[in-house]
Protein backbone atom coordinates (compact mmCIF):
# COMPACT_ATOMS: atom_id res chain seq x y z
CA UNK A 1 0.00 0.00 0.00
CA UNK A 2 2.52 2.56 0.95
CA UNK A 3 5.71 1.59 -1.86
CA UNK A 4 3.41 3.78 -4.37
CA UNK A 5 5.33 5.05 -7.40
CA UNK A 6 6.98 8.70 -7.22
CA UNK A 7 4.12 10.34 -8.31
CA UNK A 8 1.83 9.04 -5.40
CA UNK A 9 1.23 11.70 -2.53
CA UNK A 10 1.75 9.01 -0.16
CA UNK A 11 5.65 8.83 -0.43
CA UNK A 12 5.65 12.80 0.13
CA UNK A 13 3.16 12.48 3.08
CA UNK A 14 4.83 12.19 6.94
CA UNK A 15 4.01 9.27 9.37
CA UNK A 16 1.04 10.98 11.14
CA UNK A 17 -0.81 11.53 7.65
CA UNK A 18 -0.14 8.09 6.68
CA UNK A 19 -1.14 6.99 10.21
CA UNK A 20 -4.46 9.32 9.85
CA UNK A 21 -5.05 8.15 6.28
CA UNK A 22 -4.77 4.32 7.12
CA UNK A 23 -5.49 3.44 10.67
CA UNK A 24 -3.28 1.11 12.93
CA UNK A 25 -6.38 -0.62 13.31
CA UNK A 26 -7.62 -1.32 9.76
CA UNK A 27 -3.99 -2.82 8.93
CA UNK A 28 -4.22 -4.96 11.71
CA UNK A 29 -7.74 -6.25 10.58
CA UNK A 30 -6.25 -6.23 6.60
CA UNK A 31 -3.15 -8.22 7.89
CA UNK A 32 -5.80 -10.62 9.95
CA UNK A 33 -7.55 -11.51 6.85
CA UNK A 34 -4.86 -12.11 4.83
CA UNK A 35 -3.57 -14.87 7.51
CA UNK A 36 -6.85 -16.47 6.89
CA UNK A 37 -6.92 -15.87 3.34
CA UNK A 38 -3.87 -17.62 2.93
CA UNK A 39 -5.53 -20.53 5.36
CA UNK A 40 -8.13 -20.58 2.10
CA UNK A 41 -10.36 -19.90 5.27
CA UNK A 42 -12.10 -17.11 3.15
CA UNK A 43 -14.84 -16.87 5.27
CA UNK A 44 -13.21 -15.62 8.38
CA UNK A 45 -10.92 -13.61 5.83
CA UNK A 46 -14.11 -11.90 4.66
CA UNK A 47 -15.18 -11.00 8.36
CA UNK A 48 -11.48 -9.05 8.81
CA UNK A 49 -11.76 -7.50 5.53
CA UNK A 50 -14.98 -6.14 6.32
CA UNK A 51 -13.92 -4.53 9.81
CA UNK A 52 -10.93 -3.31 8.12
CA UNK A 53 -13.31 -1.30 5.59
CA UNK A 54 -15.71 -0.31 8.19
CA UNK A 55 -12.27 1.60 10.14
CA UNK A 56 -11.25 2.79 6.98
CA UNK A 57 -13.96 2.68 4.12
CA UNK A 58 -11.60 5.29 2.16
CA UNK A 59 -8.74 2.21 1.10
CA UNK A 60 -9.14 0.32 -1.97
CA UNK A 61 -6.93 -2.13 -1.01
CA UNK A 62 -9.04 -3.62 1.63
CA UNK A 63 -11.89 -3.53 -1.26
CA UNK A 64 -9.63 -4.69 -3.68
CA UNK A 65 -9.29 -8.15 -0.80
CA UNK A 66 -12.64 -8.02 0.16
CA UNK A 67 -13.63 -8.55 -4.02
CA UNK A 68 -11.17 -11.24 -4.39
CA UNK A 69 -12.38 -12.68 -1.22
CA UNK A 70 -15.84 -12.73 -2.18
CA UNK A 71 -14.95 -14.74 -5.60
CA UNK A 72 -13.23 -17.25 -3.62
CA UNK A 73 -16.56 -17.68 -1.89
CA UNK A 74 -18.15 -17.67 -5.19
CA UNK A 75 -20.02 -14.09 -4.46
CA UNK A 76 -19.55 -12.70 -7.20
CA UNK A 77 -22.44 -9.71 -7.75
CA UNK A 78 -20.89 -8.58 -4.58
CA UNK A 79 -17.14 -8.79 -5.63
CA UNK A 80 -17.90 -6.88 -8.62
CA UNK A 81 -19.39 -3.82 -6.48
CA UNK A 82 -16.43 -4.54 -4.45
CA UNK A 83 -13.95 -4.07 -7.64
CA UNK A 84 -15.70 -1.70 -8.57
CA UNK A 85 -14.98 0.20 -5.52
CA UNK A 86 -11.59 -0.16 -5.70
CA UNK A 87 -11.30 1.22 -8.81
CA UNK A 88 -13.01 4.47 -8.50
CA UNK A 89 -10.79 5.04 -4.84
CA UNK A 90 -7.49 3.41 -6.61
CA UNK A 91 -4.35 5.09 -8.40
CA UNK A 92 -3.45 3.46 -11.92
CA UNK A 93 -0.91 1.00 -10.42
CA UNK A 94 -4.12 -0.89 -8.59
CA UNK A 95 -6.14 -0.07 -11.39
CA UNK A 96 -5.18 -3.21 -13.73
CA UNK A 97 -5.44 -5.46 -10.30
CA UNK A 98 -9.05 -4.13 -9.88
CA UNK A 99 -9.81 -4.11 -13.28
CA UNK A 100 -8.84 -7.55 -13.61
CA UNK A 101 -11.07 -8.36 -10.61
CA UNK A 102 -14.20 -6.56 -12.07
CA UNK A 103 -13.69 -8.20 -15.61
CA UNK A 104 -13.61 -11.65 -13.89
CA UNK A 105 -16.36 -10.40 -12.08
CA UNK A 106 -18.59 -9.45 -14.92
CA UNK A 107 -17.92 -12.58 -17.46
CA UNK A 108 -18.16 -14.81 -14.47
CA UNK A 109 -22.03 -13.72 -14.03
CA UNK A 110 -22.20 -13.47 -17.79
CA UNK A 111 -22.08 -9.61 -18.72
CA UNK A 112 -19.31 -10.44 -21.50
CA UNK A 113 -19.44 -7.19 -23.10
CA UNK A 114 -18.57 -5.26 -19.66
CA UNK A 115 -16.01 -8.05 -18.88
CA UNK A 116 -15.02 -7.32 -22.54
CA UNK A 117 -14.37 -3.59 -21.73
CA UNK A 118 -12.54 -4.22 -18.57
CA UNK A 119 -9.84 -6.58 -19.82
CA UNK A 120 -9.53 -3.61 -22.58
CA UNK A 121 -8.81 -0.79 -20.36
CA UNK A 122 -6.02 -3.39 -18.54
CA UNK A 123 -4.85 -4.07 -21.62
CA UNK A 124 -4.38 0.06 -22.54
CA UNK A 125 -2.77 0.05 -19.04
CA UNK A 126 -0.47 -2.95 -19.52
CA UNK A 127 -0.46 -4.51 -23.30
CA UNK A 128 1.88 -7.00 -22.39
CA UNK A 129 -0.61 -8.36 -19.86
CA UNK A 130 -0.92 -12.30 -20.49
CA UNK A 131 -4.05 -12.99 -18.08
CA UNK A 132 -5.95 -10.17 -19.43
CA UNK A 133 -5.37 -11.53 -23.01
CA UNK A 134 -6.55 -14.37 -21.88
CA UNK A 135 -9.46 -13.17 -20.18
CA UNK A 136 -10.60 -10.84 -23.02
CA UNK A 137 -10.31 -14.32 -25.10
CA UNK A 138 -12.57 -15.75 -22.80
CA UNK A 139 -15.28 -12.73 -22.93
CA UNK A 140 -15.16 -13.17 -26.68
CA UNK A 141 -15.71 -16.51 -27.08
CA UNK A 142 -18.48 -16.40 -24.53
CA UNK A 143 -20.53 -13.48 -26.94
CA UNK A 144 -19.95 -15.75 -29.52
CA UNK A 145 -21.81 -18.52 -27.51
CA UNK A 146 -24.58 -16.34 -26.84
CA UNK A 147 -25.04 -15.41 -30.48
CA UNK A 148 -25.67 -19.13 -31.93
CA UNK A 149 -27.77 -19.83 -28.96
CA UNK A 150 -29.71 -17.14 -29.65
CA UNK A 151 -29.71 -18.25 -33.74
CA UNK A 152 -30.40 -22.03 -32.85
CA UNK A 153 -33.34 -20.87 -30.73
CA UNK A 154 -34.85 -18.84 -33.02
CA UNK A 155 -34.54 -22.43 -35.08
CA UNK A 156 -36.03 -24.62 -32.36
CA UNK A 157 -32.54 -26.62 -32.37
CA UNK A 158 -32.87 -26.87 -28.78
CA UNK A 159 -29.84 -29.35 -28.89
CA UNK A 160 -27.35 -26.76 -30.25
CA UNK A 161 -28.75 -24.48 -27.54
CA UNK A 162 -28.01 -26.55 -24.59
CA UNK A 163 -23.77 -27.41 -26.02
CA UNK A 164 -23.54 -23.49 -26.44
CA UNK A 165 -24.79 -22.99 -23.13
CA UNK A 166 -22.90 -25.92 -21.62
CA UNK A 167 -19.38 -24.10 -22.99
CA UNK A 168 -20.67 -20.66 -21.96
CA UNK A 169 -21.34 -21.88 -18.46
CA UNK A 170 -17.77 -23.12 -18.59
CA UNK A 171 -16.72 -19.71 -18.49
CA UNK A 172 -19.22 -17.83 -17.00
CA UNK A 173 -20.09 -20.19 -14.12
CA UNK A 174 -22.34 -18.08 -12.16
CA UNK A 175 -24.72 -16.97 -14.57
CA UNK A 176 -28.61 -17.10 -14.04
CA UNK A 177 -29.59 -16.36 -17.49
CA UNK A 178 -27.31 -18.90 -19.45
CA UNK A 179 -28.44 -21.67 -17.23
CA UNK A 180 -32.03 -20.55 -17.44
CA UNK A 181 -31.67 -20.69 -20.90
CA UNK A 182 -30.26 -24.47 -20.95
CA UNK A 183 -33.29 -25.45 -18.64
CA UNK A 184 -35.87 -24.14 -20.72
CA UNK A 185 -33.88 -25.95 -23.46
CA UNK A 186 -33.77 -28.95 -21.71
CA UNK A 187 -37.50 -28.51 -20.64
CA UNK A 188 -38.39 -28.37 -24.71
CA UNK A 189 -36.24 -31.01 -25.66
CA UNK A 190 -38.33 -33.45 -22.93
CA UNK A 191 -35.51 -33.73 -20.72
CA UNK A 192 -37.42 -32.26 -17.72
CA UNK A 193 -35.28 -33.61 -14.59
CA UNK A 194 -32.51 -32.07 -15.91
CA UNK A 195 -34.36 -28.55 -16.26
CA UNK A 196 -36.43 -28.88 -13.16
CA UNK A 197 -32.76 -29.68 -10.91
CA UNK A 198 -30.99 -26.57 -12.40
CA UNK A 199 -34.15 -24.34 -11.94
CA UNK A 200 -34.54 -25.53 -8.63
CA UNK A 201 -30.56 -24.48 -7.53
CA UNK A 202 -31.83 -21.30 -8.86
CA UNK A 203 -34.22 -20.80 -6.87
CA UNK A 204 -32.62 -22.34 -3.73
CA UNK A 205 -29.70 -18.89 -4.10
CA UNK A 206 -33.03 -16.46 -5.12
CA UNK A 207 -36.62 -17.47 -4.48
CA UNK A 208 -38.03 -14.83 -6.04
CA UNK A 209 -36.27 -15.28 -9.94
CA UNK A 210 -39.27 -15.12 -12.46
CA UNK A 211 -37.34 -17.14 -15.04
CA UNK A 212 -36.34 -19.97 -12.15
CA UNK A 213 -40.24 -20.57 -11.65
CA UNK A 214 -41.53 -20.22 -15.14
CA UNK A 215 -39.10 -23.30 -16.42
CA UNK A 216 -40.13 -24.99 -13.01
CA UNK A 217 -44.25 -24.58 -14.49
CA UNK A 218 -42.63 -25.09 -17.90
CA UNK A 219 -41.34 -28.73 -16.81
CA UNK A 220 -44.90 -29.40 -14.91
CA UNK A 221 -46.89 -28.25 -17.77
CA UNK A 222 -44.83 -30.60 -19.80
CA UNK A 223 -45.43 -33.62 -17.58
CA UNK A 224 -49.50 -32.94 -17.54
CA UNK A 225 -49.44 -31.67 -14.48
CA UNK A 226 -51.44 -28.70 -15.17
CA UNK A 227 -52.52 -27.19 -12.01
CA UNK A 228 -49.12 -27.32 -10.25
CA UNK A 229 -47.68 -25.72 -13.68
CA UNK A 230 -50.31 -22.75 -13.61
CA UNK A 231 -49.33 -21.85 -9.83
CA UNK A 232 -45.79 -21.67 -11.02
CA UNK A 233 -46.52 -19.43 -13.99
CA UNK A 234 -49.05 -17.02 -11.31
CA UNK A 235 -45.98 -16.80 -8.79
CA UNK A 236 -43.46 -15.44 -11.52
CA UNK A 237 -45.74 -13.34 -12.82
CA UNK A 238 -46.13 -12.02 -9.21
CA UNK A 239 -42.14 -11.43 -8.87
CA UNK A 240 -42.29 -10.63 -12.75
CA UNK A 241 -45.61 -8.95 -14.09
CA UNK A 242 -43.87 -8.12 -17.61
CA UNK A 243 -42.73 -12.03 -17.88
CA UNK A 244 -44.16 -12.41 -20.87
CA UNK A 245 -43.65 -16.14 -20.87
CA UNK A 246 -45.62 -17.20 -18.16
CA UNK A 247 -48.08 -15.48 -19.53
CA UNK A 248 -48.51 -17.15 -22.84
CA UNK A 249 -47.66 -20.80 -21.02
CA UNK A 250 -50.32 -19.94 -18.47
CA UNK A 251 -52.76 -19.28 -20.70
CA UNK A 252 -52.12 -22.42 -23.28
CA UNK A 253 -52.03 -24.58 -19.86
CA UNK A 254 -55.67 -23.39 -18.93
CA UNK A 255 -57.01 -23.24 -22.34
CA UNK A 256 -55.55 -27.01 -22.93
CA UNK A 257 -56.67 -28.23 -19.79
CA UNK A 258 -60.20 -26.62 -20.57
CA UNK A 259 -60.76 -28.39 -23.51
CA UNK A 260 -59.09 -31.80 -22.98
CA UNK A 261 -61.41 -32.15 -19.80
CA UNK A 262 -64.71 -30.86 -22.47
CA UNK A 263 -63.96 -33.72 -24.84
CA UNK A 264 -63.43 -36.01 -22.46
CA UNK A 265 -67.64 -34.74 -20.82
CA UNK A 266 -69.10 -35.20 -24.33
CA UNK A 267 -66.97 -38.38 -25.44
CA UNK A 268 -68.53 -40.14 -21.93
CA UNK A 269 -71.33 -38.78 -23.50
CA UNK A 270 -71.66 -40.34 -26.33
CA UNK A 271 -70.97 -37.19 -28.78
CA UNK A 272 -68.32 -38.62 -30.31
CA UNK A 273 -68.17 -36.24 -33.47
CA UNK A 274 -68.27 -33.02 -30.32
CA UNK A 275 -65.49 -35.26 -28.48
CA UNK A 276 -63.54 -35.82 -31.91
CA UNK A 277 -63.53 -31.45 -32.75
CA UNK A 278 -63.00 -31.03 -29.40
CA UNK A 279 -59.64 -32.61 -28.90
CA UNK A 280 -58.40 -31.29 -32.56
CA UNK A 281 -58.82 -28.11 -31.22
CA UNK A 282 -56.68 -28.87 -28.05
CA UNK A 283 -54.00 -30.61 -29.98
CA UNK A 284 -53.84 -26.80 -31.69
CA UNK A 285 -53.30 -24.81 -28.50
CA UNK A 286 -49.16 -26.04 -27.87
CA UNK A 287 -47.64 -28.27 -30.52
CA UNK A 288 -44.70 -28.46 -27.63
CA UNK A 289 -46.70 -29.94 -25.24
CA UNK A 290 -45.56 -33.47 -26.33
CA UNK A 291 -46.96 -35.65 -23.23
CA UNK A 292 -50.28 -34.18 -23.07
CA UNK A 293 -50.28 -34.11 -27.09
CA UNK A 294 -49.69 -37.90 -27.01
CA UNK A 295 -52.70 -38.34 -24.75
CA UNK A 296 -54.82 -36.19 -27.04
CA UNK A 297 -54.04 -37.98 -30.21
CA UNK A 298 -54.55 -41.25 -27.97
CA UNK A 299 -58.07 -40.09 -26.95
CA UNK A 300 -58.99 -38.86 -30.99
CA UNK A 301 -57.67 -42.42 -31.74
CA UNK A 302 -60.24 -44.05 -29.78
CA UNK A 303 -63.13 -41.48 -30.96
CA UNK A 304 -61.98 -42.79 -34.41
CA UNK A 305 -62.92 -45.85 -33.81
CA UNK A 306 -65.86 -45.70 -31.89
CA UNK A 307 -66.69 -43.78 -35.09
CA UNK A 308 -65.97 -46.93 -37.33
CA UNK A 309 -62.84 -44.82 -39.05
CA UNK A 310 -59.95 -47.21 -38.18
CA UNK A 311 -57.79 -46.13 -40.52
CA UNK A 312 -57.83 -42.32 -39.06
CA UNK A 313 -57.69 -44.27 -35.28
CA UNK A 314 -54.37 -46.12 -36.23
CA UNK A 315 -53.00 -42.56 -37.73
CA UNK A 316 -53.76 -41.11 -34.56
CA UNK A 317 -52.09 -43.90 -32.38
CA UNK A 318 -49.05 -43.37 -34.17
CA UNK A 319 -49.29 -39.54 -33.84
CA UNK A 320 -49.72 -40.48 -30.37
CA UNK A 321 -46.50 -43.21 -30.33
CA UNK A 322 -44.39 -40.66 -32.63
CA UNK A 323 -44.53 -38.13 -29.52
CA UNK A 324 -44.22 -40.94 -26.39
CA UNK A 325 -42.96 -44.09 -27.61
CA UNK A 326 -43.76 -45.50 -24.08
CA UNK A 327 -46.96 -45.12 -24.13
CA UNK A 328 -48.83 -48.17 -23.90
CA UNK A 329 -52.46 -47.26 -23.99
CA UNK A 330 -51.60 -46.14 -27.71
CA UNK A 331 -50.18 -49.60 -28.67
CA UNK A 332 -52.94 -51.27 -27.61
CA UNK A 333 -55.65 -48.93 -29.35
CA UNK A 334 -53.99 -49.11 -32.72
CA UNK A 335 -53.66 -52.90 -31.91
CA UNK A 336 -57.12 -53.64 -31.49
CA UNK A 337 -57.59 -51.07 -34.82
CA UNK A 338 -55.35 -53.65 -36.66
CA UNK A 339 -57.64 -56.37 -35.33
CA UNK A 340 -60.47 -54.91 -36.25
CA UNK A 341 -59.63 -54.74 -39.85
CA UNK A 342 -57.65 -57.96 -40.34
CA UNK A 343 -54.17 -56.67 -40.40
CA UNK A 344 -52.84 -58.93 -37.85
CA UNK A 345 -49.09 -59.13 -38.78
CA UNK A 346 -49.35 -55.05 -37.29
CA UNK A 347 -51.27 -56.17 -34.30
CA UNK A 348 -49.02 -58.93 -33.16
CA UNK A 349 -45.96 -56.09 -33.51
CA UNK A 350 -47.66 -53.40 -31.22
CA UNK A 351 -49.02 -56.45 -28.65
CA UNK A 352 -45.51 -57.59 -28.62
CA UNK A 353 -44.18 -54.24 -27.70
CA UNK A 354 -46.70 -54.56 -25.35
CA UNK A 355 -46.20 -57.85 -23.92
CA UNK A 356 -42.21 -56.72 -23.53
CA UNK A 357 -42.98 -53.44 -21.44
CA UNK A 358 -45.48 -55.00 -19.06
CA UNK A 359 -45.91 -58.81 -18.93
CA UNK A 360 -49.43 -59.29 -17.66
CA UNK A 361 -52.07 -61.87 -17.92
CA UNK A 362 -54.15 -59.35 -19.85
CA UNK A 363 -51.35 -58.33 -22.19
CA UNK A 364 -50.35 -61.91 -22.88
CA UNK A 365 -53.68 -63.14 -23.12
CA UNK A 366 -54.23 -60.41 -26.33
CA UNK A 367 -50.70 -61.48 -27.61
CA UNK A 368 -51.81 -65.27 -27.96
CA UNK A 369 -55.43 -64.16 -29.43
CA UNK A 370 -53.32 -61.43 -32.47
CA UNK A 371 -50.96 -64.55 -32.91
CA UNK A 372 -53.96 -67.30 -33.40
CA UNK A 373 -55.73 -64.82 -35.57
CA UNK A 374 -52.63 -64.42 -37.57
CA UNK A 375 -52.12 -67.54 -38.20
CA UNK A 376 -55.68 -68.44 -38.93
CA UNK A 377 -55.98 -65.25 -41.73
CA UNK A 378 -52.69 -67.40 -43.44
CA UNK A 379 -55.02 -70.31 -44.21
CA UNK A 380 -57.99 -70.46 -46.65
CA UNK A 381 -60.47 -68.21 -45.26
CA UNK A 382 -63.99 -71.06 -45.39
CA UNK A 383 -66.10 -68.67 -44.27
CA UNK A 384 -65.15 -65.85 -47.46
CA UNK A 385 -65.38 -69.12 -49.80
CA UNK A 386 -69.38 -69.24 -48.89
CA UNK A 387 -69.59 -65.40 -48.54
CA UNK A 388 -71.07 -65.82 -44.72
CA UNK A 389 -69.68 -64.22 -41.86
CA UNK A 390 -67.93 -66.05 -38.46
CA UNK A 391 -71.06 -66.80 -36.90
CA UNK A 392 -72.80 -67.71 -39.73
CA UNK A 393 -75.46 -70.66 -38.24
CA UNK A 394 -75.68 -74.38 -39.68
CA UNK A 395 -78.62 -73.42 -41.98
CA UNK A 396 -76.87 -70.13 -42.91
CA UNK A 397 -74.19 -71.86 -43.90
CA UNK A 398 -76.33 -74.37 -45.85
CA UNK A 399 -78.22 -71.83 -47.95
CA UNK A 400 -75.12 -70.15 -48.81
CA UNK A 401 -73.22 -73.68 -50.34
CA UNK A 402 -76.28 -74.19 -52.32
CA UNK A 403 -76.59 -70.54 -53.71
CA UNK A 404 -72.66 -71.03 -54.59
CA UNK A 405 -72.89 -74.44 -55.70
CA UNK A 406 -75.63 -73.32 -58.50
CA UNK A 407 -73.44 -70.84 -59.14
CA UNK A 408 -70.03 -72.33 -59.63
CA UNK A 409 -70.73 -76.08 -60.70
CA UNK A 410 -69.11 -77.15 -63.67
CA UNK A 411 -71.85 -78.37 -65.42
CA UNK A 412 -73.31 -74.92 -65.84
CA UNK A 413 -70.11 -73.80 -67.62
CA UNK A 414 -69.85 -76.81 -69.90
CA UNK A 415 -69.77 -74.00 -72.77
CA UNK A 416 -67.17 -71.84 -71.78
CA UNK A 417 -63.50 -71.20 -72.85
CA UNK A 418 -61.22 -74.04 -71.33
CA UNK A 419 -59.81 -71.11 -68.80
CA UNK A 420 -62.94 -70.46 -67.40
CA UNK A 421 -64.36 -74.03 -66.33
CA UNK A 422 -61.01 -74.57 -65.14
CA UNK A 423 -61.11 -71.81 -62.81
CA UNK A 424 -65.50 -72.64 -61.66
CA UNK A 425 -64.04 -75.91 -61.19
CA UNK A 426 -61.38 -74.87 -58.55
CA UNK A 427 -64.01 -72.93 -57.36
CA UNK A 428 -66.35 -75.34 -56.95
CA UNK A 429 -63.98 -77.66 -55.26
CA UNK A 430 -62.92 -74.62 -52.59
CA UNK A 431 -66.80 -74.54 -51.94
CA UNK A 432 -67.12 -78.56 -51.06
CA UNK A 433 -63.43 -78.22 -49.17
CA UNK A 434 -65.69 -75.52 -47.06
CA UNK A 435 -68.66 -76.95 -46.55
CA UNK A 436 -67.11 -80.12 -45.85
CA UNK A 437 -65.28 -78.51 -42.84
CA UNK A 438 -68.28 -76.02 -41.62
CA UNK A 439 -70.89 -78.15 -41.79
CA UNK A 440 -69.12 -80.68 -39.57
CA UNK A 441 -69.35 -79.25 -35.79
CA UNK A 442 -66.21 -80.68 -34.62
CA UNK A 443 -64.01 -79.88 -37.64
CA UNK A 444 -65.66 -75.99 -37.48
CA UNK A 445 -64.50 -76.06 -34.07
CA UNK A 446 -61.11 -77.16 -34.78
CA UNK A 447 -60.78 -74.57 -37.66
CA UNK A 448 -62.32 -72.09 -35.18
CA UNK A 449 -59.79 -72.37 -32.88
CA UNK A 450 -56.88 -72.36 -34.93
CA UNK A 451 -55.93 -75.89 -35.60
CA UNK A 452 -54.61 -77.30 -38.47
CA UNK A 453 -56.88 -79.79 -40.25
CA UNK A 454 -54.06 -81.14 -42.22
CA UNK A 455 -55.14 -84.82 -40.18
CA UNK A 456 -58.55 -84.70 -41.39
CA UNK A 457 -57.48 -84.08 -44.93
CA UNK A 458 -57.14 -87.42 -46.19
CA UNK A 459 -61.33 -87.91 -44.98
CA UNK A 460 -62.54 -84.35 -46.47
CA UNK A 461 -61.82 -87.05 -50.06
CA UNK A 462 -62.88 -84.02 -51.94
CA UNK A 463 -66.32 -83.32 -52.53
CA UNK A 464 -67.53 -84.58 -55.90
CA UNK A 465 -69.69 -87.19 -55.07
CA UNK A 466 -73.26 -87.77 -54.28
CA UNK A 467 -74.80 -85.06 -56.73
CA UNK A 468 -78.36 -84.50 -57.12
CA UNK A 469 -79.99 -82.78 -59.74
CA UNK A 470 -81.90 -79.56 -59.43
CA UNK A 471 -83.28 -78.70 -62.73
CA UNK A 472 -80.43 -78.65 -64.89
CA UNK A 473 -77.86 -78.47 -62.17
CA UNK A 474 -76.43 -80.91 -60.09
CA UNK A 475 -75.13 -80.04 -56.48
CA UNK A 476 -74.22 -82.08 -53.96
CA UNK A 477 -76.18 -83.82 -51.31
CA UNK A 478 -76.12 -81.29 -47.55
Known amino acids: IFLLTSQSKYQRASKEDLLMDFPLEAEGFKDQGNAFYVKKDYSEAFNYYTKAIDACPKNASYYGNRAATLMMLCRFREALVDSQRAVRLDDCFMKVRGHLREGKCHLSLGNAMAASRCFQKVLELEPSNSQAQQEHKNATAVLEYERMAELDFEKRDFRKVVYSMDKALGLASTCHRFK ?178 EKTKEHKHLLKTAQLELKKSKRKDYYKVLGVGKNATEDEIKKAYRKRALMHHPDRHSAATPEVQKEEEKKFKEMGEAFTVLSDPKKKTRYDCGHDLEDDSNNMGGHDGGFVPIGNVVVSDV
Do not use: W
Not at 200 to 217: K, P, Q
Open 180 to 357: ILKAECLALLGRYLEAQSVASDILRMDSTNGDALYVRGLCLYYEDCIDKAVQFFVQALRMAPDHEKSRLACRNAKALKAKKEEGNKVFKDSNFEAAYRLYSEALAIDPNNIKTNAKLYCNRGTVGAKLNKPDQAIEDCTSAIKLDDTYIKAYLRRAQCYMDIEQYEEAVRDYEKVYQT
